[in-house]
């Protein structure tokens, strides 16, 4: 009995150690989907822990190795091994060999989620060395760091900050004494109306910006004429140009209070104290919108986005031109009826759920004075032409508050209100901002189209279609930049404003007698397409943000490092994308979506104004119904296609 048990005491003493020798880890667990390869005749086994990889962690990847017979675990070698995402090159690192016979271990911490290899080199046993080395690529998945991501956390954030917002707003409404059912006057907040009325409030906000904007413009022209790792076109392209719009769906104009051209054309206009009004002819928004479209052309065939030196003279260019139009005219006409993205800006402004009103027009209407418009001892008037009294939309109020500031009778009132209200309650339609709502969503759609990595393909299969004089006349890169410029300009320009021309005199013919005419359906009903270009620029530009935009980080870090004696840290050039493929494309499909329906209820608030009779104005909407749900749905197959990135990252 003795005997047995030291027999038995002995074996539970050695099998713990004969496990660990022949590939037992503790908590080391197989990494990849095949994790034993055979090179060489060598057995290459891959494990890590913890198991699996997750992105910002460090976790011990395990390689063992085994000879071929007999199979046994190989001491002594000389190991190396790498971690990456597909399709890069990392630097191998030393694998040191531990505790268990065989077995080599490194330790790494990927910085992004997704595939991923781990490349294993041997290059040499003992007894032996191999010309070339052994070498064996394991595919892995990196999973998204544990614990809550920057997703869940925005989303505590926002669900606390509303909790707060809405109890703030009760105690308000009880403080104030506000109807129960009616908007909040944002301006009764006394700290918030002491704000917005501050004279301090814009200068505040244009000083920064306009160093600012003469950093662009010095980065642009000396520092490294490369846009991936030049701040001057990350800045200005993959976080200004792409962001901006959000502003225009939250507050309307809110970024012309504080835009630098603006501030040079108003501080212009006030020190020649010019009071002419710009030519007539120039009072609208086609010079605006044909100055966007030849940008965006710009931007996707000469490449502006990825030359320093062409983005600094751009804005070069359009400051000088906010400073002349300064010069020689009133107020901010540049902003109102030249600036390229002020159309645009006016009619996105309409779906925000902000506005600057009267509370009673017959005050207005009574009082003689008016210097909400025309200026007075306590403000200048406002400065984008617009008179309280009479607006009913948001496309040309800046929020500046002058006007709040010139009131004597207090009748102005800040306010929430319907999402996108504008597009059907205001009195106001006239044919340039109906036809740019139209040309946008073409526009909107192309430009994501050209994004796409397969676009190259169909603009090659459409210049197949060209005449074989011109293809053997020209070089390939100019007939196939001419297609694209084609496709582009008339798709935008031509071919969206026709289907919509079409779409209006069905209209026509589907209400009968009560038919109002071809214009009229198109300006009218062209606003209900707004809703449709702005959530495809949404979502276009979600994913320059969300996947490019933290490339800003190692642009700054260079900036700083190269032009200056301080340093934020070594540039990392492989910057985490600030929200996965996945997520990006569910706020894609949600804004798709969600302006899809707000455009059909613009459509069908428009046609109810326009029509007398439901059941004509339900026939009239038709026709722009399945062209609104055409270009949505173009746009949710388009965003499913691989998309390629501004410039490098």
């Given at each position: 009995m003795i005997r047995r048990s030291v027999v038995i005491a002995l074996v539970l003493l050695v099998l713990p150690a004969q496990v660990l020798a022949h590939g037992e880890h503790g908590a080391a667990k197989p990494l990849a989907s095949t994790s034993v390869v055979t090179v060489g005749g060598y057995q290459i086994e891959l494990l890590s822990d913890p198991a699996p990889?997750?992105?910002?962690?460090?976790?011990?990847?395990?390689?063992?190795?085994?000879?071929?017979?007999?199979?046994?675990?190989?001491?002594?070698?000389?190991?190396?091994?790498?971690?990456?995402?597909?399709?890069?090159?990392?630097?191998?690192?030393?694998?040191?060999?531990?505790?268990?016979?065989?077995?080599?271990a490194a330790s790494f911490t990927p910085a992004r989620s997704g595939g991923h290899y781990i490349r294993v080199v041997v290059t040499e046993v003992p007894g032996r060395s191999f010309e070339p080395p052994l070498a064996v690529d394991f595919q892995v998945d990196v999973v998204p760091a544990p614990g809550l991501g920057w997703t869940a956390w925005m989303a505590l954030l926002l669900a606390s900050g509303i909790a707060l917002l809405g109890l703030y707003a009760v105690a308000l409404r009880a403080r104030t004494g506000a109807p129960l059912g009616g908007a909040l006057d944002l301006l009764s907040i006394p700290w918030l109306r002491r704000l917005l009325t501050s004279a301090k409030l814009q200068p505040s906000l244009q000083l920064p910006l306009l160093v600012l904007m003469a950093i662009v413009v010095y980065l642009g022209f000396a520092d490294v004429q490369d846009g991936g790792t030049n701040l001057a076109t990350k800045l200005t392209w993959t976080i200004w140009w792409a962001g901006i719009i959000f502003t225009f769906v939250l507050a309307g104009r809110v970024w012309c209070l504080a835009c630098p051209f603006g501030a040079l054309n108003e501080w212009a206009s006030r020190l020649s104290d010019a009071s002419r009004n710009l030519p007539r002819p120039l009072r609208n928004i086609w010079w605006a919108t044909a100055m966007f479209v030849l940008l965006t052309w710009a931007d996707e065939q000469l490449g502006v986005v990825r030359s320093p030196r062409v983005t600094a003279w751009i804005v070069v260019f359009f400051a000088t031109l906010a400073l002349a139009v300064g010069l020689l005219y009133a107020r901010r006409s540049f902003c109102r009826y030249l600036c390229p993205i002020g159309g645009l800006i006016g009619v996105y402004s309409m779906t925000a759920p902000l506005e600057l009103r009267v509370k009673d027009r017959a005050a207005c209407q009574a009082h003689r004075d008016k210097e909400c418009y025309r200026g007075g001892a306590a403000a200048r008037g406002c400065p984008m032409f617009e008179f309280p009294q009479t607006m009913d939309r948001n496309n040309y109020c800046n929020l500046c508050a002058e006007c709040v500031r010139g009131c004597s009778r207090d009748n102005l009132v800040l306010r929430f209100r319907a999402f996108g209200k504008d597009l059907w309650a205001s009195s106001r339609r006239v044919l340039d901002e109906s036809y740019l709502a139209v040309a946008l969503v073409g526009l909107t759609l192309l430009v994501t189209a050209q994004m796409l990595t397969a676009w190259p393909d169909w603009v090659s299969g459409i210049a197949r279609w060209l005449p074989t004089s011109i293809r053997t006349t020209l070089k390939p890169v100019t007939y196939l930049g001419l297609v694209e410029s084609g496709l582009l300009l008339v798709g935008s320009l031509v071919v969206g404003p026709l289907l919509v021309l079409a779409g209006a005199a069905l209209s026509t013919r589907l209400a009968g007698e009560q038919g109002f005419g071809l214009r009229r359906s198109f300006v009218v009903f062209g606003y209900m397409f707004i809703p449709i270009g702005l959530a495809t620029h949404l979502a276009h530009n979600l994913s320059h943000?969300?996947?490019?935009?933290?490339?800003?980080?190692?642009?700054?870090?260079?900036?700083?490092?190269?032009?200056?004696?301080?340093?934020?840290?070594?540039?990392?050039?492989?910057?985490l994308p600030l929200a996965s493929e996945a997520v990006v494309g569910l706020f894609q499909m949600v804004a798709l979506v969600g302006f899809f329906a707000l455009s059909l209820l613009a459509g069908h608030r428009l046609s109810i104004r326009a029509y007398?009779?439901?059941r004509t104005a339900s026939r009239a909407l038709v026709p722009f119904a399945v062209l609104s749900l055409i270009f949505t749905v173009a746009g949710i197959v388009l965003l499913q296609q691989p998309m390629g990135m501004r410039h490098g990252m």
């Open positions: 990889l997750a992105a910002g962690r460090e976790s011990r990847v395990i390689a063992k190795v085994f000879s071929p017979a007999p199979l046994a675990p190989v001491s002594g070698a000389t190991v190396h091994m790498a971690l990456g995402p597909a399709g890069t090159s990392p630097v191998a690192r030393w694998a040191v060999e531990v505790t268990w016979a065989g077995s080599y943000l969300l996947l490019e935009g933290s490339g800003i980080v190692p642009a700054v870090q260079r900036t700083v490092m190269v032009l200056t004696p301080f340093s934020l840290g070594e540039p990392d050039w492989r910057a007398a009779d439901r």
